[in-house]
């Protein structure tokens, strides 16, 4: 298993410094990844959501420390590349973000048609269609 592709979406803030999303062996996605400014340094946080009782579960993580080990490696090693490329311009909190307003409730592959005016209604509703 290789790390064939990392893109680093730095960020403005104390403690988190970028979002990262790496492609393993260009068929496999990791996206959310993030870069965290801890006591001992940089290091980084899998992506994981809240639970109901508040705690956080990681939803894409390694499964054995030589593995994240890597992983942590590549991803930091690359971060360090991207800084000395010179100053990093003010990047959103995270990637989806970076999208367009009209472009951030679309699901990424699917192609959706753009809203004309012909498509909707003089009240704003969308046209009927025939035998729904």
């Known amino acids: 298993m290789k790390i064939t592709d990392i893109r680093v979406y730095p960020v403005d803030e104390e403690k988190l410094k970028a979002f990262v999303t790496i492609v ?3 068929c496999f996605v990791v996206s959310d990844i993030k870069i965290i400014h801890g006591t001992h340094g940089l290091f980084i946080s899998m992506p994981s959501k809240r639970k109901r009782n508040g705690e956080f579960k990681d939803v ?7 593995t994240r080990q890597m992983i942590e490696e590549t991803i ?7 800084l000395a490329e010179g100053p990093v311009p003010r990047r959103p909190r995270s990637p989806r973000e970076a999208l367009p307003l009209d472009e951030q409730s679309r ?16 009240d704003g509703r ?3 269609i025939p035998g729904i």
Request: aromatic share 6%; net charge negative.
């Open 76 to 82: 930091l090693a690359h971060y360090e590349e991207v």
């Open 107 to 122: 699901s990424p592959g699917v192609e959706q048609s753009a809203t004309k005016s012909e498509d909707v209604a003089s």
């Open 24 to 26: 393993f062996d260009e």
């Open 126 to 128: 969308p046209p009927e």
């Open 60 to 66: 894409a993580h390694p499964l054995n420390s030589r």
